[in-house]
């Protein structure tokens, strides 16, 4: 199976836009995962940052009945803002399923639910017209939209996992880690071998898409905030026999020089480590093939 992995939002914490960020993007985290063979409607997103409201508003202009899982990381604010603005949910016919962890004892659906209160938003989560499911998940596997799913939980505050898509009938896999912290700090719920089984869960991916919030230099001051640098995630891809590493999360006082800058810096980190994994900055309208 080839399928398409494209970039709607690749900005973490807060939407950035301006001219200093219009080649990467200010968009929040949102991806979206199609088998390009295919015209049934059927999509894969991953969080619903402010990039998934054009991502939308793309799926509704293909006139075909929408069949989409949703894949949400952690329910922090700037992986899930885009959702209420989500043009899907809006139009009966299409069919959206939620997938995501509970947050300290919180279902998924109660979070979202809260979030689109009328206190904070005009349409409540029951007021939308397409046909809505919401799944709790654990670290483990299942399978969505043609793809096999394995999660694992990372050091993030709040219970945050990653995913590895595979497609059922084989091919290229691919792992999505928006926001996690490789060095040392911060207290995450993770076992002692957490580093060990976190290469493994990775080992030989084509396609990882990784936190690289912080230049190296930068990284002393944010320690126990939940983020990586550039550096590190070339150091962790080199490590799982990844084939291509995508730098993603942008800070949002990262302007795009800035990402530019940090992307130089990884390649040259790559190349130092004798590797060849191909390493690119991740950019709103960015589509990779595998």
């Known amino acids: 199976m080839t399928y398409g992995v494209i970039f709607w939002g690749t900005r973490g914490s807060i939407p950035t836009p301006g001219p200093g960020t219009a080649r990467y993007g200010g968009n929040t985290p949102s991806i979206e995962v199609r088998d390009e063979a295919s015209n049934d409607g059927a999509v894969a997103i991953l969080d619903a940052g402010t990039g998934i409201r054009a991502l939308g508003n793309k799926l509704l202009g293909n006139g075909t009945p929408i069949s989409a899982d949703l894949l949400v990381t952690h329910t922090h604010w700037d992986h899930i803002q885009g959702l209420p603005f989500f043009g899907p949910f809006f139009e009966q016919g299409n069919a959206i399923r939620i997938w995501g962890a509970r947050q300290s004892g919180t279902d998924l659906e109660e979070i979202l639910r809260n979030q689109m209160s009328p206190v904070v938003f005009p349409v409540p989560l029951d007021g939308v017209a397409a046909d809505l499911v919401v799944s709790h998940v654990e670290a483990g596997a299942f399978e969505v939209s043609g793809f ?111 990402v530019d800058a940090m992307l130089e810096q990884a390649r040259a980190t790559a190349k130092d480590c004798g590797s060849a994994v191909d390493v690119i900055a991740a950019r709103e309208g960015l589509e990779l093939t595998l």
Request: hydrophobic letters at 35%.
């Open 148 to 258: 096999r799913i394995q999660a694992i939980q990372v050091r993030h505050p709040g219970t945050t996992l990653a995913y590895r898509l595979t497609p059922n009938g084989g091919g290229a896999s691919f792992a999505y880690v928006p926001d996690n912290e490789l060095g040392p700090g911060g207290d995450y719920d993770v076992p002692k071998s957490w580093r060990q089984d976190f290469v493994e869960f990775l080992q030989g991916v084509d396609l990882l898409i990784h936190d690289a919030m912080y230049m190296s230099d930068e990284l002393e001051r944010h320690r126990g905030w939940g983020h990586s640098s550039n550096v590190e995630a070339v150091e962790l891809a080199v490590e799982a026999g990844v084939k291509q590493l995508a730098l993603f999360h942008h800070r949002p006082e990262h302007d795009d020089d800035k």
